[in-house]
């Protein structure tokens, strides 16, 4: 396959403009009051797909957000790629932390990224990573290069948990029969070490509700005398952890796959700077289970934070009161072979177990999936590793990481093929966090990568 | 002096206009954005004092919001009371959990308020309390009954820690001098069991800040290596607390007045019903220190509550996000002879030494104010007494309350006289809750009794 380089710098300035209009609409799948601008991200998604070449699009709809479709087969004899992304992004807020407004997307140069990022909610997860296979198939469809077979599945509920993912391939098999999954909704180590993310992390989301007095009291009248909402919640969370930094939940890490030595040592051969992590995140240390270094808790190690927490007064100056009730959102990343279902019930009845006398609580499971690892000796890792070869000039290194996207594992089990994780992002492209940002040579670099992973995996499959 | 009835009777449809009125002004001194209201509260208070009788009233600037000062002298070699109260109410939310608005007020029958109650931010805590007063005084000056001289001074910061308040008395003290200071901000047992406070719980409010990375983190890509704030915050927390929970800063207990065995049987003494409490609560069981009662726990020991606390993602659905920063606001209320700058300086050093690495915290003091207790065998205590006597028909109870009044231990020392604590509310009427209210009883119950205290605190001081 010819160097895609010279088309992506001739078009540059336009793949740059599409994006950034898809950057403006706010489709925060999290949030209701954005339904319409969710809507209206898979009509752009859908209409992109069609100029870039797709012989069929369509928006097809599910019990929550629509998920696009788009296929261009060329010969059924051949492979086909099918590529999964998002168009949902994540909440912006807190919003008087980003530099400028999340949805009206800005490119700025940044240390890392000396010919400019994209700044906007959703530049690098997943609109930006997922529109560069929209164009690297505007490239080879334009070129007359398309190798083999492609179809898109562009879903707008990642970021709450994909429900209606499940629900919509179950009654599509046959439409969405391929030999590979391909998926850009991870990172590489850095801009000059390419690598391919070969393990996710599962994840089981949960609400708690602690509810004592029937009322908000005075904390004059009553403090001290009934169990306050807020105090025991603490006590419940703080004890969710040992001194240690391990999870106390009876029965969590049964499942955990541990991995040998041998595993470990080679993890610790990718670069990583505890230095640098910690002034990039301002931070004395880093805090976290006893016996294992930073890239293993972030990976290998399942974990539990709270990821919101409110209750009480909450606003200006100063209020005396014991509220009636106190809540959390509680998240837990989880490892091979740890089933979500089964230790969101671990969970449950655990947090309920713990709950002192005076108070009630309720545990509400938001949603899951499970952790996954794709093997570096399948075709598709060995064609998205020469895919790298050919444009990085080095060979990507196999990382593990603490992400989920919790639907991977379903693909396996529902369409019987392996995914492979083509991330381009870095992380320090601050996904899910204010300034959310996507290098524009990372864009630009995807684009061109994409092709080659076509051309490869054709090929090893002749 | 003679019965007040007749002419409560005959004015208390006015009374209760009067006081609906004053309570439709919503004077929240915690909500800047309510400034206005604050200020319109106290020309209303002022113009009260000039139509009950007094012959000189003013409005007086402080450096936050303004008290308001009235007073008739009738005879310098006569005893002079002065009355204390508050024309500023807590902030009314969760607004959702009130059955009409806060600030457009009602009157409801209740169980415990057959004659009705009028339901309103402030009709117990402390404008209704505070307008008996201003009744009391047009009753005795229009029915030329008025036995000695009274002052008035009403404050408008009471709620938010009466900063403005020492600093307006160090500087008015010839205008304040006073043989007793009147002060109706506190409750009794029940209708048919009449009571008179005779000590406060101290207070100290401080608001803590926890934090860790410079930015929201992914929890994925960060989760399980870097301290989250949020955790961090409810295991510094729920380690305030030990077992038995006993508070666990080091130096707490050290200046705590223990009560003898005799006082404390004295204190059983007083009506209690366990399962009416948890009912009215709506709670399975008290919770508390070990070792001592409910109604000890609440009166005679210091307490530690989180009255508020927030952090992370907190909207609809789930964001999967390590928070930057985590805060809590958290009162203590002391006793005897505790001093609350010195606890505050304590949790100060140990909340900020718990801190482990990888977080930074703050603690900020946000008011405070002294314990006091009231002698039983003081002048003003006794003529209270006869006043219940002859408006109750019986013997009202000495009672230790868990509430604060910071501001009575200051009188005592700038002023040098003795507060005495004549409530009319119940435990029940939801101050600081949502649905506060004040019975109409109780509220006339006052005016007619408060006549009487002037009658016989001038007959034992000829």
């Known amino acids: 396959m010819k160097d895609a380089k010279p088309y992506i710098q001739e078009h540059k300035q336009r793949f740059l403009n599409e994006l950034i209009d898809l950057l403006k609409i706010p489709s925060i799948s999290a949030d209701s009051a954005y339904k ?4 209206k991200t898979a009509e752009v998604v859908k209409n992109s797909l069609k100029k870039a070449g797709c012989d069929h699009v369509e928006i097809c709809e599910t019990p929550g957000y629509p998920i696009v479709y788009g296929e261009k087969i060329i010969d059924t004899s051949l492979p086909t790629v099918l590529v999964y992304g998002h168009y949902d992004v994540q909440p912006p807020d807190p919003l008087d932390l980003w530099h400028n407004p999340p949805f009206d997307p800005v490119i700025k140069k940044t240390e890392l990224h000396p010919e400019g990022a994209i700044f906007a909610r959703g530049s690098c997860d997943d609109k930006g990573q997922m529109y560069m296979h929209v164009k690297a198939l505007e490239y080879m469809t334009q070129t007359n290069q398309l ?6 599945m562009i879903e707008g509920e990642e970021e709450v948990g994909s429900e209606s993912l499940g629900w ?9 029969a391929n030999d590979v999954i391909l998926i850009s909704d991870t990172g590489m180590i850095a801009n000059d070490v390419p690598s391919i993310t070969t393990g996710l992390r599962g994840l089981s989301y949960v609400e708690v509700e602690v509810t004592g007095p029937n009322r908000d009291l005075h904390s004059g009248l009553y403090g ?3 169990a306050n909402p807020i105090n025991v919640l603490t006590k419940m969370i703080a004890s969710l952890h040992d001194e240690n930094n391990h999870i106390t939940i009876p029965g969590f890490y049964d499942d955990v796959d541990e991995l040998s030595s041998e595993e470990r040592a080679k993890m610790a051969e990718a670069p990583f700077n505890k230095e640098a992590y910690k002034k990039a995140l301002a931070i004395e240390d880093v805090y976290g289970e006893a016996g294992y ?3 293993e808790r972030n990976s290998i190690r399942p974990t539990l934070d709270v990821n919101g927490i409110w209750g009480g007064y909450i606003g200006e100056g100063a209020k005396t009161v014991i509220a009636s009730q106190a809540f959390a959102k509680i998240s837990m ?3 091979p072979d ?4 089964k230790i969101t019930q671990l969970f449950k009845e655990h947090f309920e177990s713990i709950a002192p006398k005076g108070v009630t609580v309720k545990v509400k499971p938001h949603h899951g999936g499970q952790a996954y690892v794709t093997p570096i000796t399948s075709t598709g890792y060995k064609a998205a590793e020469k895919a790298y070869e050919s444009t990085f000039g080095k060979t990507p290194i196999p990382q593990r990481s603490g992400g989920s996207i919790p639907i991977v594992a379903l693909f396996e089990k529902e369409l019987k093929s392996k995914t492979i994780l083509m991330g381009f992002g870095l992380d320090s492209d601050a996904i899910h966090s204010p300034n959310e940002h996507f290098g524009v040579w990372n864009y630009l670099k995807g684009i061109e990568t994409i092709p080659q992973f076509y051309h490869h995996f054709t090929k090893m499959n002749k």
């Not at 319409?36 to 809507?39: A, F, H, L, M, Q």
């Not at 190798?147 to 898109?152: A, S, Y």
């Open 333 to 335: 990343r989880l490892v």
């Open 168 to 176: 919509f391939i179950e009654r599509n098999r046959e439409k969405l």
């Open 224 to 226: 001290g005398a009934v």
């Open 338 to 341: 740890q089933d979500w279902k």
């Open 147 to 152: 190798p083999c077979n492609v179809k898109f």
């Open 36 to 39: 319409g601008d969710v809507i």
């Open 293 to 295: 270094t930073t890239n």
